[in-house]
């Protein structure tokens, strides 16, 4: 049996070590036959902790990604820029903004380039509670390729973001878990399952069969678009030159540095980056 369950009376604690340990969302609970007779889930187990009220605040600077076109978007993004598409009644820049004030981040470091001017106007003409600095990127830079521009500006660990992603999940959580493994970079990802309308063969080099899954489900790590990264990374990024932030994982793991995955629940994780997605995101609100 795998050994990732608990028993049947064990302390709420211990179940707790084994699943931050393990980065388990669900523990089953057996009794003394082994027999399965619960399951805990993530945010049963920790719920005292997710009260925003009664844990400590964390004020980390926040990047948000938002020069982007949003040609996915088209053609309501031909007329406003994705940040200042509406989620409800408010933009999705502002829905995001706000989880991040709610844990205690006050300070918004905003990468704008596509109707920049559009954004500035906008959210200096709307009521926030929290500091915002844009800095324009001149020409396309990848999706990290702009932080160059912070450099001196940022000395303590910190949030990316991209602009039209919402994620169920205490960002507290994400950093206790950066700074007790020693990461460099941490980022968030979703467990997602695609299922498989076909027979999947496998083969060996010989060409034979060596098994077949009848219409599979798979489950892969999707990253979410959502990272802690250490201060001194900013060094690492070139300045004016197109880098992805794949290309600043690289530079950290052929260095020996620890780049860690904090996974979320598939269903914890909403991304309006096409239009089916942003019409679900739009039922939720």
Request: proline share 5%; hydrophobic share 40%.
């Amino acid at each position: 049996i795998n050994k990732v369950y608990a028993f049947e009376g064990e302390e709420i604690d211990s179940i707790r070590q084994k699943m931050y340990r393990l980065r388990a969302e669900c523990m089953p609970v057996l009794n003394e036959n082994k027999e399965l007779v619960d399951v805990i889930f993530w945010k049963d187990a920790f719920k005292d902790r997710l009260e925003t009220d009664v844990r400590e605040k964390i004020n980390l600077p926040v990047v948000i990604m938002a020069g982007g076109k949003g040609t996915r978007l088209k053609p309501i993004t031909n007329v406003i820029p994705k940040p200042l598409v509406p989620v409800g009644d408010k933009t999705i820049l502002e829905e995001i903004m706000n989880q991040f004030e709610s844990i205690g981040c006050k300070n918004f470091y905003m990468s704008v380039n596509y109707k920049s001017d559009m954004m500035k106007f906008y959210l200096d003409h709307t009521e926030h509670k929290y500091d915002i600095e844009f800095f324009e990127e001149p020409k396309p830079l990848g999706t990290i390729g702009s932080v160059a521009l912070l450099k001196d500006k940022i000395q303590t660990p910190f949030f990316v973001t991209n602009c039209d992603i919402l994620i169920d999940q205490d960002f507290r959580d994400v950093y206790d878990y950066h700074i007790e493994n020693k990461n460099d970079i941490t980022m968030v990802t979703a467990v997602k399952s695609f299922h498989i309308p076909y027979g999947v063969i496998e083969t060996g080099e010989d060409g034979l069969m060596t098994g077949l899954k009848e219409k599979p489900d798979i489950t892969y790590k999707i990253n979410t678009g959502v990272y802690i990264l250490n201060p001194e990374l900013i060094n690492d990024i070139p300045e004016n030159q197109f880098f992805h932030i794949t290309d600043l994982m690289e530079v950290v793991k052929a260095r020996g540095g620890r780049v860690g995955c904090f996974p979320v629940s598939e269903n914890s994780w909403r991304d309006m980056g096409e239009w089916p997605e942003y019409l679900k995101m739009i039922k939720v609100f």
